[in-house]
């Protein structure tokens, strides 16, 4: 149940009125499917492990201790994730690019949901816990061969990825920190909020930069943010709704 029906209603017409919309996510999209978020009360950022959150999801840390590093990814981050499905938010946006009113999705998530509901056209600014590649022959890996290397219901039961073909270490194609975000995707992105007559922020608290430095290239007709809590970009906005990313856009048409 939405909290404001008649900015509900608003955000309906916005839509109605365009065929260009252009979606930017970010972790609160992911939660309402029950993946964790690193900020939230229940985030990773607020559970304890052995290291900081962000200092194991860093390119130096995974180069210098990768069993702890997979010890993180499979019990935090990939084997959580394999019980997440769809929900509300990302059936809509499907529903929308199917009707050809949503030209593309942006999102900082790298759960694969957003395909999983159908939608086509997704960038991924910090990549998929689906891909994962060798470094040495780079041969593909899906998420089903990663986790051959983990026992959930043993969490220290884990071992490092090696392919397969080479016995290279195999690693998740996600952006770590001190990564830099693939140019293509970042592009395609740019491109797409660029051209687009209605932007829809949500479920992000725009503060993961550069990825939320992107929609500085919007130039049309309406933004829209929709975020359980303020946003630093709440001013610039033409509608702001604090609620429920996925019991707003399902309330649409």
């Not at 608290?205 to 929709?226: H, M, Q, T």
Request: negative net charge; aromatic residues 10%; hydrophobic residues 35%.
């Amino acid at each position: 149940m939405v909290k404001d029906n008649a900015k509900v209603q608003e955000l309906n017409e916005i839509i109605k009125e365009s065929d260009n919309v252009v979606f930017f996510g970010g972790a609160g999209v992911s939660t309402e499917s029950g993946i964790p978020d690193f900020r939230s009360q229940d985030g990773l950022y607020h559970q304890q492990y052995r290291y900081p959150p962000e200092t194991i999801l860093s390119h130096t840390f995974y180069e210098e201790n990768p069993k702890e590093f997979f010890r993180f990814y499979f019990n935090k981050i990939l084997v959580p994730g394999q019980k997440a499905r769809p929900n509300k938010a990302h059936k809509k946006l499907a529903q929308w690019e199917k009707e050809g009113k949503l030209k593309a999705v942006v999102t900082q998530n790298i759960d694969g949901l957003h395909q999983a509901a159908g939608s086509k056209t997704v960038y991924e600014l910090h990549g998929s816990v689906l891909r994962n590649y060798c470094e040495d022959c780079h041969a593909f890996y899906d998420e089903k061969y990663m986790l051959t290397f983990c026992d959930p219901k043993d969490p220290e039961n884990i071992q490092i990825p090696v392919c397969e073909k080479c016995g290279g270490r195999v690693k998740p194609d996600v952006v770590l920190y001190e990564e830099g975000l693939d140019m293509d995707v970042v592009n395609g992105a740019v491109r797409a909020i660029a051209q687009a007559d209605v932007l829809i922020i949500g479920g992000t608290s725009l503060v993961v930069y550069p990825a939320a430095g992107l929609i500085d290239y919007f130039r049309g007709r309406k933004l829209v943010l929709i975020n359980k809590s303020a946003t630093s970009r709440d001013s610039q906005a033409d509608l702001v709704i604090d609620d429920s990313i996925g019991e707003v856009l399902d309330a649409c048409d």
